[in-house]
């Protein structure tokens, strides 16, 4: 066995919905080396690869080799005409990262404060918030194929970013690891995007007229804080369901119904619907199911209240979806990873 395996490992502390799924082996690898040395072990033939685990369920034990991705480093590798680039390895923290372009007084990421997990994962899922995605500040990122360990550059066209959506979710899915990240932050002339949620309320609540990029942070920080589950107090994957796109036809048949309903136009023909407002509709929000609940704040949250299993979480979201269906006619997809 490699020196660095461990053998029937709890996955509790590294998954944010704190789920005691274990691992049959698992190994922490710190840097490329040491994760292409892992990725050739034939002794291991099934490998799991763990970021954050921030937008995972586990309903099952691992039967498998867990390889958990702990390569480290920030570094500033060029400046040009007001724009900094910086490269972030895939095992840094998101908030951590966020947290750092603020001291360096660097834009582009105060938007995308406190959003859990690892910037490895952050392509993957294109994440965003608060009218700001990834792709936004994205150049390019590093990732080792798995098959040959080799190293891959992938561009931000070649990443093929969509809502909450990637390359990496589709034809490189399993077949590639990102280590790193590039990212192209503004050193001068930040464009701030307050108009989307609650910021300017927040940033008025706060007493500022006038916000720099740290102001922006720290009102989405309180935003987020108000509405959203701190995965170190309950476990928790924040947003568990996608926010559905409905055509014309559907969005004015249901406001006839529902005069109310929140919504956002993104074309002609199409209008964003928050599956929050649908799943509080159908009354969950709150609603305890044994240790697997709705939060009582924001019913796109899914929750184990302590020792809920995976599959009660999962047999929840699919009751959910079925009774979103059966309401509302709209199909609601998972935003989370089911494992």
Same mark, same amino acid.
């Given at each position: 066995?490699?020196?660095?395996?461990?053998?029937?490992?709890?996955?509790?502390?590294?998954?944010t919905?704190?789920?005691?799924?274990?691992?049959?082996?698992?190994?922490?690898?710190?840097?490329?080396?040491?994760?292409?040395?892992?990725?050739?072990l034939?002794?291991?033939?099934?490998k799991?690869?763990?970021g954050?685990g921030?937008? !995972?369920l586990?309903?099952?034990?691992?039967? %498998?080799? +867990?390889v958990? *991705?702990?390569?480290? #480093?920030k /570094?500033?590798?060029?400046?040009?005409?007001?724009?900094?680039?910086?490269?972030?390895?895939?095992?840094?923290?998101w908030h951590?990262?966020?947290?750092?372009?603020?001291?360096?007084?660097?834009?582009?990421?105060?938007?995308?404060s !406190?959003?859990?997990g690892?910037?490895g994962? %952050?392509p +993957?899922?294109? *994440?965003g918030?608060? #009218?700001? /995605?990834?792709?936004d500040v994205?150049?390019?990122c590093?990732a080792?194929?798995?098959?040959s360990?080799k190293?891959?550059?992938f561009t931000?066209?070649?990443?093929?970013?969509?809502y909450?959506?990637?390359?990496?979710k589709n034809?490189a899915?399993?077949?590639f690891i990102?280590?790193?990240? +590039?990212?192209e932050l503004?050193?001068?002339?930040?464009r701030?995007n307050t108009?989307?949620?609650?910021?300017?309320?927040?940033?008025q609540?706060?007493?500022?007229?006038?916000?720099?990029?740290?102001?922006?942070?720290?009102a989405?920080?309180?935003?987020?804080?108000s509405?959203?589950?701190?995965?170190?107090?309950?476990?928790n994957?924040?947003?568990?369901?996608k926010?559905?796109?409905?055509d014309?036809?559907q969005?004015?048949?249901?406001q006839?119904n529902?005069?109310?309903m929140p919504?956002?136009?993104?074309s002609?023909?199409?209008?964003?619907v928050?599956?929050?407002w649908?799943?509080?509709?159908?009354?969950?929000?709150g609603?305890r199911?044994?240790d697997?609940?709705?939060h009582?704040k924001q019913?796109?949250?899914?929750v184990?209240?302590?020792?809920?299993k995976?599959?009660?979480i999962y047999d929840?979201?699919?009751?959910?979806q079925?009774?979103?269906?059966?309401?509302?006619?709209i199909?609601?997809e998972?935003?989370?990873n089911?494992?």
């Open positions: 066995m490699h020196p660095d395996i461990q053998t029937d490992k709890s996955l509790k502390e590294y998954n919905f704190k789920i005691d799924s274990r691992a049959r082996f698992f190994v922490s690898v710190n840097t490329e080396e040491e994760l292409a040395r892992v990725l050739q034939e002794d291991y033939p099934e799991f690869i763990l954050g921030s937008n !995972l586990l309903t099952t034990d691992l039967d %498998a080799l +867990v958990h *991705i702990g390569i480290k #480093g /570094e500033v590798v060029g400046h040009e005409k007001g724009k900094t680039l910086v490269r972030i390895a895939a095992g840094e923290n951590e990262t966020v947290l750092w372009s603020l001291e360096k007084q660097l834009g582009g990421l105060e938007n995308l !406190l959003i859990p690892n910037t994962t %952050a +993957v899922q294109n *994440i918030a608060y #009218g700001v /995605e990834l792709k994205f150049v390019s590093e080792m194929e798995i098959a360990g190293i891959v550059t931000k066209d070649q990443c093929r970013f969509g909450r959506d990637s390359i990496f034809e899915k399993g077949k990102i280590t790193s990240v +590039v990212l503004t050193s001068e002339d930040h701030l108009s989307y949620g609650a910021i300017d309320k927040e940033l609540s706060m007493g500022i007229d006038e916000p720099g990029i740290e102001d922006v942070s720290k989405v920080i309180r935003i987020r804080q509405k959203l589950p701190d995965p170190a107090e309950i476990g994957s924040g947003s568990f369901f926010n559905p796109v409905i014309r036809v969005f004015e048949r249901l006839k529902h005069p109310d919504h956002y136009e993104i002609h023909n199409e209008f964003k928050p599956a929050g649908l799943i509080e509709q159908c009354g969950f929000k609603k199911f044994g697997a609940g709705v009582d019913a796109l949250v899914l184990n209240h302590g020792n809920a995976g599959q009660e929840l979201a699919i009751h959910i079925n009774t979103v269906m059966e309401t509302f006619g199909a609601i998972n935003e989370v089911i494992i």
